[in-house]
């Protein structure tokens, strides 16, 4: 650990200022690096890994890795299976994660990720003050003119024109029902043996009460879940919404009636009981009596916030149950210019969500290539960056090759599905150009880094069937045209059936 | 920002969930998600496949059609059910003209959502025929 007077960026006015040091917070410092953006990072923790130096609680991670791939790990699109690394255009900082595992599991423990994200930031040189907590932020007139934050922190102040927050969703969020403060939150969970032949109650039916759930099904005499909604499995929902299949056990021992309770039901309240223990007053939500529960734990497994300090009072417009901030499709806050959102809260900027189904921007395998496109946007519009302003000419005669390409091993499509698009714009004078990835709901609007131009977009996209199929948006003389392919249960986009359909839609432009 | 315990407030005065009880309300708001969109915003768009189905809490929306506008929705107003009930893309783009704060329910979660809740489905019946007989008078 370096000494306190070796910490980088002391206080003082940067061009970027990066808050919060976890997956987030390391992805979009490296892609500022890469575009030679100076800027400070600024973290509360001690070392780098964001909420995996603590969560999950039973210490094994939700998001996998395989060591053992259909494609070798130097391939694009072994990203696709590789869902904890973070990335860099260097061959030898890629594919971190498959590297430290120790063969138990293809979840990865917690301390592996913890091992996988210090060692991106060490081996890619990403310099963070640690111990430096963000306590307030305001915007002052700058030097130079136009507005320039002030953000505090328990070191001093910092100023930037522009500053990314990557501060997770971290808060625990508690619901205002009566006796509330009995209950303990996930966060405050205790090791599992001390809740030995106990009586637990878990409020909240989400990954994080079933992963509960299934780390006491040896230690808990009964366990209860309820929330008021029926829960929802990602196998049924045939997507990442709903609880992962690692944490389903709770629901089998419930249906076989082995002592697991799990119930859609509002809590009316919860009390202390003569003698110790709590009673907890449910309401089922498909009507009935209350029921009374004696336990002797209540947890309340209802989720984080984000800690957005005092940002609600400089006019950051909040929503949902996580307090995600209201964000344009880039992840700029809608109501203050040049605060942007980049980790697990680049969630807030939801794109199409269509057929219900949200992209994984909360998930380090989602949220990694959302920073490229933040950080490529912001080199463009604020820098001028040369780089960023690139658009390689495709040739005519491989725009098919390109459009296929995309959909065989793009990662990032298949990742953020329905949420980032890889666009070609086809103005008659410049030629068919590669414009890079755009967020879909931006392209749709016209609004993205490629303009509102003739243009074809590739995604991949899911409907909840459990197929993963491309669509291409063709934009012609500002009309757009939806393109869905036939799903294909080996993901064989490289077809001739496709390839002649894709010459079509290019013949037609 | 508001809690669910918020919400259960806002939506028990609108006229879709009026009949239904507490604990029902509090199931409507876990159900729904609560998404925020911003002036100018796109919210529902002509044409495009997978729309969801929307409440607005608060704010206003235009309803578009080619680009003209043709009817506005407020606050207790709902859209995208059409679309879904038909398994159509929308034929008109919904626009935030203010900041629009809407419960917003995917497609393929309204036919479970109604069948749960008769009463809910008997209070969109009812707009819905209130919109018939709106757009027949037009015609006549």
């Not at chain 1, 990602?234 to 119930?263: C, F, M, W």
């Not at chain 1, 003569?274 to 309340?300: H, K, N, Q, S, W």
């Not at chain 2, 783009?93 to 008769?118: E, K, M, S, W, Y």
């Amino acid at each position: 650990m370096a000494e306190l007077t070796d910490r980088p960026f002391p206080p003082g006015s940067y061009p970027v200022i990066v808050v919060g040091s976890g997956p987030g917070g390391l992805q979009v410092s490296y892609s500022l690096s890469r575009y030679g953006i100076g800027h400070a990072v600024l973290s509360a923790d001690e070392a780098p890994g964001g909420m995996f130096r603590r969560w999950p609680f039973f210490q094994r991670l939700l998001s996998w890795t395989k060591p053992y791939a259909p494609v070798p790990h130097d391939h694009p699109a072994y990203q696709r299976y590789d869902w904890n690394s973070l990335l860099a255009d260097e061959p030898e900082n890629q594919a971190i994660m498959p590297g430290l595992m120790d063969g138990n599991s293809y979840f990865p423990s917690r301390p592996e990720m913890q091992q996988n994200l210090e060692t991106f930031a060490s081996r890619t040189g990403i310099a963070i003050r640690h111990g430096c907590r963000w306590t307030g932020t305001r915007r002052e007139p700058a030097a130079g003119g136009g507005e320039e934050f002030v953000v505090e922190t328990s070191d001093g102040e910092y100023r930037a024109p522009i500053v990314i927050l990557a501060v997770g969703v971290a808060e625990p969020a508690v619901p205002d029902t009566p006796g509330i403060e009995l209950a303990t939150h996930y966060a405050g969970t205790r090791p599992a043996e001390t809740y030995a032949d106990r009586r637990v109650f878990i409020i909240g039916k989400q990954n994080s009460g079933f992963e509960l759930a299934s780390g006491l099904l040896q230690w808990a005499r009964t366990i209860t879940l309820a929330s008021p909604s029926p829960a929802k499995l990602s196998v049924n929902t045939k997507s990442l919404v709903g609880v992962r299949a690692r944490y389903v056990q709770p629901v089998e021992d419930h249906v076989l009636g082995g002592g697991v309770t799990i119930l859609d039901a509002a809590i009316g309240r919860i009390g202390r009981r003569e003698g110790g223990g709590f009673e907890v007053v449910a309401r089922p939500t498909a009507g009935g009596d209350e029921m009374l529960f004696e336990v002797d734990e209540v947890i309340a497994a209802t989720g984080f916030r984000a800690p957005l300090v005092d940002l609600p009072g400089l006019g950051v417009t909040t929503f949902g149950q996580s307090r995600l901030p209201a964000v344009t499709p880039y992840w700029e806050s809608a109501s203050v210019p040049g605060l942007f959102f980049g980790g697990t809260l680049s969630q807030a900027a939801g794109g199409l969500k269509k057929h219900g189904l949200p992209a994984n921007s909360g998930a380090v395998h989602g949220a990694r290539y959302n920073a490229r496109v933040l950080v490529r946007r912001i080199a463009e519009t604020r820098f001028d960056r040369a780089q960023a302003k690139e658009r390689p000419a495709v040739a005519a005669d491989s725009l098919v090759d390109w459009m296929a390409t995309a959909m065989m091993s793009a990662s990032e499509l298949f990742h953020q599905r329905a949420y980032l698009a890889r666009v070609v714009s086809l103005d008659a004078s410049a030629g068919p150009r590669d414009e890079g990835v755009v967020p879909l709901a931006a392209f749709v609007d016209g609004t993205g880094s490629d303009g509102d131009g003739d243009a074809i977009a590739v995604t991949l996209e899911a409907d909840g069937s459990g197929a993963i199929y491309p669509v291409v948006y063709a934009r012609r003389g500002g009309r757009l045209e939806e393109v869905t392919f036939d799903p294909d249960p080996l993901l064989r986009y490289d077809t001739p059936v496709v390839r002649a359909r894709l010459a079509d839609l290019v013949g037609a432009s | 920002m508001a809690s669910s315990d918020e919400i259960v407030d806002e939506i028990a005065g609108f006229a879709l969930f009026a009949d239904l009880a507490t604990p029902q309300l509090e199931r409507v708001a876990h159900t729904f998600e609560e998404q925020v969109y911003a002036e100018g915003e796109r919210v529902l768009r002509q044409g495009l496949s997978g729309s969801a189905f929307h409440v607005i809490l608060d704010g206003d929306a235009a309803v578009v059609i080619d680009g003209d506008e043709r009817a506005t929705l407020g606050r207790g107003d709902f859209f995208g059910e059409v679309s879904i009930l038909l398994g159509q893309a929308p034929v008109a783009d919904i626009v935030a003209t203010h900041q629009l704060r809407c419960l917003v329910l995917a497609g393929n979660l309204v036919q479970p959502f109604l069948l749960d809740n008769p009463p809910v489905m008997y209070r969109m019946l009812q707009a819905q025929a209130r919109r018939l007989r709106q757009a027949n008078r037009w015609r006549s």
